[in-house]
């Protein structure tokens, strides 16, 4: 099955800076890649998606890039802000039939510090 | 909230007894799913449906049940409760999976197993 590596499990930045949450995931069939955030004591919450033919997604300050290549794809956050903190989940998916479920990896706490 | 509903919100209960989690949705996916979340191992899938009576496992589905006998319900059972089992279980919901595959998470369910 699908596995999901995460990396940091946490990352401090000071407002304003960007912060990068990278993952890799080892089935070649996953063609979908959502990233999740939560806050605490609240549920996941889809921030941005990116589907394998395409390599970048760009929504305000969070951008996703893809590689399929190499299976990863990561997370970026531009000048960020205290609300920006939570713990931020990858995910990796095949599309469609029976085998569409999403894997996750473990998550990254992110804490932006005014 | 994307339509989705579990009950109970919180529970307590004894090692040994049978416990049945309830997911509802008001939209009509096809797609439903159970997860764990637990410190450090992020979102683990228990089971998930593809369609009505149409279940399969997860990664760490023992000593876990489903049933969906309406598109509606998913419920997830813990036959007889351990301690191990003590956890959020978030349910999640998705549509068709083959283009618009965002996945929603309920609030979750608070399970604490003594």
């Known amino acids: 099955g699908e596995n999901v590596e995460q990396h940091p499990s946490t990352l401090s930045v000071q407002e304003g800076d960007s912060a990068v949450i990278k993952c890799t995931y080892s089935d070649s069939a996953s063609n979908y890649f959502p990233w999740y955030k939560q806050e605490l004591g609240k549920r996941p919450q889809l921030i941005i998606d990116?589907?394998?033919?395409?390599g970048e997604k760009k929504d305000q300050r969070i951008a996703v890039t893809l590689n399929k290549t190499a299976k990863h794809f990561s997370l970026h956050i531009t000048e960020t802000q205290p609300e920006d903190s939570a713990v931020y989940f990858c995910?990796?998916?095949?599309?469609?039939?029976?085998?569409?479920?999403?894997?996750f990896g473990k998550g990254t706490l992110l804490t932006v510090n005014p | 909230d994307a339509g989705i509903t579990q009950s109970p919100r919180h529970k307590v209960t004894e090692t040994g007894t049978p416990v049945t989690l309830r997911c509802h949705q008001t939209e009509n996916h096809r797609y439903m799913y159970w997860y764990r979340q637990d410190p450090g191992h992020g979102l683990r899938l228990i089971h998930y449906s593809y369609g009505v009576k149409d279940t399969d496992k997860g990664e760490v589905s023992d000593g876990y049940s489903v049933s969906r006998s309406k598109t509606e319900d998913f419920l997830l059972t813990l036959e007889s409760a351990t301690s191990s089992q003590t956890s959020v279980y978030f349910c999640?919901?998705?549509?068709?999976?083959?283009?618009?595959?965002?996945?929603?998470f309920g609030q979750g369910t608070r399970l604490t197993v003594v």
């Open positions: 995910a990796a998916s095949p599309s469609g039939g029976s085998n569409y479920k999403l894997t």
């Open positions: 990116i589907r394998s033919n395409v």
């Open positions: 999640a919901i998705s549509t068709s999976g083959q283009t618009n595959t965002e996945a929603f």
